[in-house]
Each structure stands twice: as structure tokens, then as C-alpha cells.
Nanobody
Framework: VELVESGGGLVQPGGSLKLSCTAS????????LGWYRQAPGKQLELVAH???????TLGDSVKGRFTISRDNTKNTVYLQMNSLKPEDTAVYSC???????WGQGTQVTVYS
């Protein structure tokens, strides 16, 4: 069972990034999925969540800017991040809800 994130990097304020999280070793379509982030010195924060029915939830700080989506045929969940701000700088990780399965994390840095 493994989750592998990709797509992080450096971006200027106002820019966009798309993160991907690809799963292997389990039936991806049966689980709710989430993206979390943690900035240095701050608590882990839920960024976005999508259930198996396609219903999505976004954290207040990213509403209107981020979108979560999933492609069960590719065992992949995405996080489209637009209008990025310096306060979005963090390590972003995907998680299979209700399990201890986490990705390794990918760094997103928004700098002026």
C-alpha cells in the first residue's frame, strides 16, 4: 500500500500548481481521500477532502482557489491550486481517510 505525491515546487504569488497523488496496492475507489498541509511551526491542516461519491470539502483558507478531484481509473487524486499566496507554503500530503496511509509529502513554496 503506497501513496506517491508529485507536482510541488516553487511558484510566485498568484501562480498555480497541480499536485498529484497516485495510489498502489489497494482499491482506490473505495476510500475517501484528503489533502493536508503542514507549515513549519504550525499544526496539520486539512486542505481538501473528496468522498467516494465525489462530494468535496475545502478548507476555509483555500475556498475559491483550490480544487480537489480524483480519477479512479488512474488511482490518482489531484489538488489544483490557483492564486497561490505565501501563506500556502507548506508540505502537502495526501491521506486515505480512516487509515494510517499517508504519502511522503511534497513541498510547495510560494515566494515573492
Amino acid at each position: 500500500v503506497e501513496l506517491v505525491e508529485s507536482g510541488g515546487g516553487l511558484v510566485q504569488p498568484g501562480g498555480s500548481l497541480k499536485l498529484s497523488c497516485t495510489a498502489s496496492g489497494f482499491d482506490f475507489s473505495e476510500y475517501n481521500l484528503g489533502w493536508y498541509r503542514q507549515a513549519p511551526g504550525k499544526q496539520l491542516e486539512l486542505v481538501a477532502h473528496e468522498n467516494t461519491g465525489g462530494t468535496t470539502t475545502l478548507g476555509d483558507s483555500v475556498k475559491g482557489r483550490f480544487t480537489i478531484s480524483r480519477d479512479n481509473t488512474k488511482n490518482t487524486v489531484y489538488l489544483q491550486m490557483n492564486s497561490l499566496k505565501p501563506e500556502d507554503t507548506a508540505v502537502y500530503s495526501c491521506h486515505v481517510a480512516g487509515t494510517r496511509v499517508w504519502g511522503q509529502g511534497t513541498q510547495v513554496t510560494v515566494y515573492s
